[in-house]
């Protein structure tokens, strides 16, 4: 599939499977809840290399117990949610503290001093003018209503494919004209077919960097030289959810061309490195005639909890760090086995990575299904790929297991 999948760098045999003898058990019960993240619910714990191997070595021992225990670990919450890409870390101790304060106020609106308190501390965090700034239920919504602005009367937008669809579906509904452009072999935008695709007619494109379902990222360099190329009046919508995950050089936020009046709007969310996706909060980055515009497209605005939550997240750059170090690690530990195991991936930049499972999706999912853990969708055309979440070590160790115990199984029942 991909020229560069780097997969294909890596010739590792699959290393053996290990049988753990019974004793193991309370050792492997032990190893799993001394992963627990208590970071917010106590004193934060760092985990080493060698408890991490410890913990999925013990974890190998039985792929059902595991996401038994992971389960249990996050929470008691079964089945294992891989599927969403979530960060199973937040909210940060600060938003935590902030709504278990605000309970009793859960009956009154956000007041609007608080929304400016938030939309000012987004700006300061984002070195922007405040009339730059709108902030939504989720960027979810913001999306929407960037897809129904630019979309509305048969307006053209341009968009890659696979990629996340919360804009493009919604503006389809509202009769936009869409524009797919597939990635290319590497599994990321091919900005020159984008640039061809765009007509007299178009008046956006959509690029989501780093991109969901594959993870693969565009550098800042990339972006730049393509917006200068695109026509004036081209409005180009950067979706940044997954940016503070990246690691690849040259990858970084284009915020900053939104001050140079390059018509781009750029959107962030609170759903994955601060961990609040059901808190409910997003802001878009734009020129101030852009936000009025999108300040009278939106159909709500966030809630008291995620109001105030939001704000006390930006103040916590600890655990956004914390996270970031934990779910690389973790994203590192996903790819090293699949190449062990021989398998496909896309160069993952966010919290998730898109591997080729090297069955039909459906017999992939009801294979995870049947030990208890969520995966990721089907993204046309990769019928055999999946997106799988990175979750907490034990629920990474968890997923681990199972992918080496179905392997096997699946690769006899398709012989
Ligand atoms: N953008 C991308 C690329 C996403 O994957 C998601 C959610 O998964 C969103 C935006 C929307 O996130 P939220 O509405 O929770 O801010």
């Not at 627990?36 to 991490?52: A, E, F, N, Q």
């Not at 913001?142 to 341009?158: H, N, P, S």
Request: net charge positive.
């Amino acid at each position: 599939m991909s020229s560069r999948s780097p997969s294909q760098k890596h010739s590792t045999a699959a290393a053996p499977q290990r049988r753990l003898a019974v004793e193991a058990w309370p050792k492997l019960v032990a190893a799993v809840y001394s992963a627990h993240l208590t970071y917010g619910t106590g004193t934060p714990m760092t985990l080493s290399r060698r408890d991490v191997l410890t913990a999925s070595a013990l974890l190998l021992a039985g792929p059902a117990a595991a996401a038994r225990l992971a389960a249990r670990e996050s929470g008691g919450a079964k089945p294992l949610v891989l599927c969403w890409n979530e960060n199973p870390y937040g909210p940060s101790p600060a938003a935590r503290r902030v709504v278990s304060e605000l309970i009793p106020s859960g009956c009154r609106y956000p007041s609007d001093q608080a929304i400016a308190a938030l939309v000012a501390a987004i700006a300061a965090h984002e070195s922007i003018g405040a009339d730059h700034i709108i902030t939504g239920t989720g960027s979810g919504e913001l999306l929407r209503a960037l897809g129904l602005l630019y979309g509305r009367d048969g307006g053209e937008i341009v968009a890659a494919q696979p990629s996340y669809t919360e804009l493009t579906s919604y503006a389809g509904h509202r009769g936009a004209r869409l524009k797919f452009v597939p990635l290319d072999l590497s599994m990321r935008h091919d900005l020159p077919a984008m640039r061809s695709a765009v007509s007299p007619a178009t008046r956006a494109v959509y690029l989501c960097n780093p991109n969901n379902p594959t993870g693969t990222a565009l550098t800042a360099a990339e972006i730049r030289a393509f917006v200068a190329g695109l026509p004036s009046g081209v409005l180009t919508i950067v979706d940044e959810a997954y940016m503070d995950f990246t690691t690849a050089p040259g990858v970084g936020s284009v915020a900053d061309l939104v001050k140079s009046g390059s018509g781009v709007v750029v959107l962030r969310t609170f759903s994955k490195i601060h961990g609040m996706a059901g808190l409910r909060c997003g802001y878009a980055i734009a020129s101030p005639e852009v936000i009025k515009a999108v300040d009278a497209a939106v159909m709500t605005t966030p809630n008291i909890f995620a109001v105030h939550a939001a704000r006390a997240s930006l103040g916590d750059g600890a655990f956004r760090a914390e996270c970031r170090r934990r779910i690389v690690g973790s994203r590192t530990r996903i790819t090293t086995v699949l190449s062990e195991l021989k398998l496909r991936y896309a160069e993952p930049q966010g919290n998730f990575v898109f591997f080729d499972t090297g069955m039909p999706l459906p017999r992939f999912t009801e294979l995870m299904r049947a030990r208890d853990i969520l995966v990721g969708r089907h993204f046309p055309p990769f019928d055999s790929w999946c997106r799988i979440t990175v979750g907490t070590e034990p629920e990474v160790a968890a997923f681990l297991a199972a992918l080496r115990a179905v392997l096997p199984t699946a690769r006899q029942s398709s012989a």
